[in-house]
């Protein structure tokens, strides 16, 4: 392990030992503090977030833009405070800290008996999500985790997600994949972060305008098992409690080919996505390039 990766495991250690036993106004004033040093410094992560709000508010003056960006990186570290305390808080806490508009589509989903997939983008804490699915709810769920070097921070990543009651695959294609379809066979509950896919793999989509990358995963998964795909959104308000809707089921297509319905359902995904991003752009925490403009510099400005 280099001295780099020791150094960012050692961090993630002091944050879930030491965040988690502070009060809670002293972390969300810490994880403020954080981020608007952050914001300050305008590293890479802060550009790219930055550049990303301009394609979601594309009229938006520099000023306005430096406003998403300063309040993003709030939203960001109010992600990370919560997560480190997530560990910590009692089971009332939990089922009180998540206000989701259409959980019947959910609970109504599972009662079928064919399992449910739910797909988020990267908005507000889609951890404290799946911690209230399980608490609140009593719904055990599988996920999948990207291996995270250094190996012990991934090890920390799932023992913490494990701790929620989450059961965790590590991502490995179609391992990962069978175990999913398993699970939704059987009437499970499967929960992906699904806005981001930057391998060959990808299904291409329109997304704010332009061309983007996002996971076939979802909607294969649908088509296979039969399970209903239920996008999600998340947002936070100026309360402690974080505010979601659980949308309608994106339908399979009756006709074409598998190819041509993944296109087209992941595509109602990426425009449910964006319906929620676009009304609170400043808690999608895309600090990474995205648009494929920017992977491929023949394509577009990066």
């Not at 030491?18 to 403020?32: D, F, H, S, Y």
């Not at 952050?38 to 938006?60: H, I, M």
């Not at 009692?90 to 959910?106: C, I, N």
Request: charged share 25%.
């Amino acid at each position: 392990m280099s001295a780099a990766e020791r150094l960012t495991d050692g961090l993630y250690g002091l944050g879930w030992s030491t965040v988690k036993k502070l009060p809670e106004p002293v972390a969300a004033k810490l994880g403020r503090t954080v981020a608007d040093a952050a914001w300050k410094r305008r590293g890479k992560g802060v550009r790219r977030l930055e550049a990303n709000y301009a394609r979601v508010v594309p009229d938006a003056s520099p000023d306005r833009l430096a406003e998403l960006s300063r309040a993003g990186m709030r939203s960001y570290l109010r992600y990370w405070m919560e997560s480190f305390r997530l560990p910590a808080w009692s089971p009332e806490r939990v089922r009180t800290g998540f206000d989701p508009k259409g959980a019947h589509h959910l609970t109504d989903g599972l009662a079928k008996g064919k399992g449910v997939i739910l797909a988020l983008p990267h908005l507000a804490n889609w951890d404290l999500a799946g911690a209230w699915v399980t608490t609140a709810l009593g719904i055990p769920f599988t996920t999948v985790a990207e291996r995270l070097k250094p190996e012990t921070l991934y090890d920390r990543f799932v023992a913490y997600r494990q701790g929620l009651g989450m059961e965790v695959l590590a991502h490995s294609g179609a391992s990962a994949f069978g175990t999913l379809a398993r699970r939704l066979r059987d009437g499970g509950l499967v929960c992906l972060v699904a806005d981001r896919d930057l391998s060959a793999a990808g299904v291409e989509v329109d997304f704010f305008g332009e061309r983007a990358r996002m996971p076939a995963g979802p909607a294969l998964l649908a088509q296979q098992t039969g399970a209903q795909l239920l996008p999600v959104t998340l947002w936070y308000d100026d309360s402690p409690v974080m505010q979601g809707r659980v949308h309608p089921a994106v339908e399979v297509p009756g006709m074409g080919t598998r190819i041509e319905k993944t296109a087209v359902m992941t595509q109602a995904l990426a425009d449910a996505f964006a319906s929620g991003i676009a009304e609170h752009p400043e808690d999608w925490h895309m600090l990474q390039r995205l648009w494929l403009a920017d992977l491929d510099p023949a394509k577009g400005p990066a």
